[in-house]
């Protein structure tokens, strides 16, 4: 029981790690194109077990993204 927490600790620690602000901003940039990271700041970031969906601001634009939770497959939708 103790080695299921441990895993399972470890798994969510490694997800959290996958998904911080800065992979975020790089894969934003990624996706939007045009634009470095540190001009997008990230916000409302939420981690679920297979997918993560945060806010992504530029100078000139807002945006909702998701990934799924190792941030591969990022879509990001600019907001209205």
Do not use: F
Request: hydrophobic share 40%.
């Amino acid at each position: 029981m103790k080695k299921a927490v441990i895993l399972i600790g470890s798994i969510c620690l490694l997800a959290a790690c996958a998904s911080s602000p800065e992979k975020l901003q790089r894969a934003t940039a990624s996706h939007i194109g045009g634009i470095t990271s540190s001009d997008i700041s990230v916000s409302d970031i939420d981690r679920g077990m297979y997918a993560v969906t945060w806010k992504a601001k530029t100078s000139n634009a807002a945006y909702h993204c998701e990934a799924d939770d190792m941030v591969r497959d990022v879509n990001c939708v600019k907001d209205k």
